[in-house]
C-alpha cells in the first residue's frame, strides 16, 4: 500500500487532496463533511472584512453533453463575519487535528494583515494561504490579482505576513499574467513557504443574444469574472510547470485548477505540485468524488511503484523542454486500422480542409474507405484525435531511431533556413494540390 500522506512546507495531511478556497469551504459544516468523506485538507473560503455578494454569481459553458466544462463567478471573498469563521476553525480542528485547515486571507493595510494573521493561527489553522489571485471586484480594490500582478507589492505583503506568521504561508497566484514566475519569484524573495496556482482567470462567459447582456445577469448587466473548472487545466499545468522548472523556485507548490479526477491530480503532481487542490468539480459532483479518487490514485501509485508521494512529485517536469530541443528527426505517420473503421470520413475531411491532404478515399464495396498517403503524411495527429473509434488510427514511428538533431543544434550548425525562399524550408519538398484542383468536381 503507497504512503498517501502528504507534506507541503511542514502542513501536513493524511493525503494531498484538499479542498480550494471557495463556496465549498464556506463553512465548518461543509468542511467536518469533506474531511468525514476522505479530503486530506481545506483552504477556508478567503477571510477579510466580509463583503456583499451580488446575485446572480455563477454562469458556465456548457459543451457539447458536458455540464460545466467551464465556470465563471463573480463572488468575492467571505461574506461571513470573522468571529464565526473562527469559531468553527477551532471546531473543526478539535474534531479532525490530523488534517490540514488552511485560512485564505485577503485584507488591504498593514495593521489588518497582522491582526488577522494572528486571529486565524490563535483559532488552530495549520496554515494561511495569502489570496493574491481573485481576479473580479476585489482587484477593482486594490486586492487580490491587483496584487498578484505587481510582484513588488507581492514581495511586501508576504513580507507583512511572515513578519508575525508563526504557521507555514503558501501564496496563491494569479494566472492573470504574462510570466507566472515573475510573481513566484516575488514570493520567494518575500519569505513565503509554498505557493499555489492557479486561481480563476479573468473572463467574459458569453452574451444573451436576445437582451445584449453577458453572463451572469445582475439586473440587466455583468461584469468579467473568473474562469475555473475543467476548461483551464491545460493553462494551471503550463503554469505549475513553469514554476517547478525555474531554478530559482525553491518553493513548493500547490496545483489547483481542473482537478476532477486521480488522473488531473496525478497530473500535477508529475509536473511539480506537492499536493492538489479542488474547487469547481466539489462544487458540481459533491464532496463524494474522493471516494473516487482515492482509491484510483493508490492504484496508479502501486503499478507506479511510487510508495510515498516524494517518489512521484515532479516526474514529468524533466521531460518537458523548450521546442528548440525537441528532435527534429523524429518521425511519425498515421495508420488506419481498417476494421474498426466505420468510414464516418471525419479524418478525411479533417485532413483535406485543415491538415496536409495526407487523407484518401477509395470505394470498397458500397462505401468508401480513408486510407493515409504517407508522402504527404507530416504526423501531425489531428486525424487520430477527430477519429471517434478509439485506436483506430494509431501513430507510427518511420525513423529508425539512430539520428537525434534539435532546432538549437541546426542554428549552430548553420542548417537552418534563413532567406524567404531557402530550399532548407521544412515544407520544400511536400507535395500540396494545385490551387485550382480545389475547384475540380471529385467523383
Ligand atoms: C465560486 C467561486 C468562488 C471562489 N472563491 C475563492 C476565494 O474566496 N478565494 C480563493 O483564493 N479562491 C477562490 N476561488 C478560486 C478557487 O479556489 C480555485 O483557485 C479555482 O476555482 C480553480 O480551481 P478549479 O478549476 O478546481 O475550480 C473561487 C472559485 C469559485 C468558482
Ligand atoms: S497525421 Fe495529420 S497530416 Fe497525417 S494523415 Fe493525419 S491529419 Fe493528415
Ligand atoms: S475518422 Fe476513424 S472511423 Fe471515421 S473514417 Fe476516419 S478512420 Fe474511419
Known sequence: MP?????LAGIKSPNPFWLASAPPTNSGYQIMKAFDAGWGGAVWKTLGVPVVNVSSRYAAVNYRNTRMMGLNNIELITDRPLADNLREIEEVKKYFPEHAVIASLMVESKEQWHQIV???ENAGCDGIELNFGCPHGMCERGMGSAVGQEPNVLKTIVGWVMEV???PVIVKLTPNISDITVPALAAVEGGGNAISLINTIQSVIGVDLDTFVPYPVVDGKSTNGGYCGPAVKPIALNMVKNCAQHPDMNLPISGIGGIENWRDAAEHILLGATNVQVCTAVMHYGFGIIREILPGFERYMTEKGFNTMDDMIGKSVN???TWENLNLKYKVVASIDEKKCIECQLCYTACEDGAHQAIGLKEVG???VP????????GCNLCSLVCPVEECITMVRRDDGTEHETWKEYMENDKAPTTFDDDRAGGKHHWVPAPADALKKKK
Open 319 to 321: 521531460n518537458v523542454k
Open 3 to 7: 504512503d498517501l500522506s502528504s507534506n
Open 371 to 378: 486510407y493515409i498517403i504517407e508522402e504527404n503524411c507530416v
Open 118 to 120: 494572528k486571529d486565524v
Open 165 to 167: 506568521a508563526t504557521v
Open 366 to 368: 458500397e462505401g468508401r
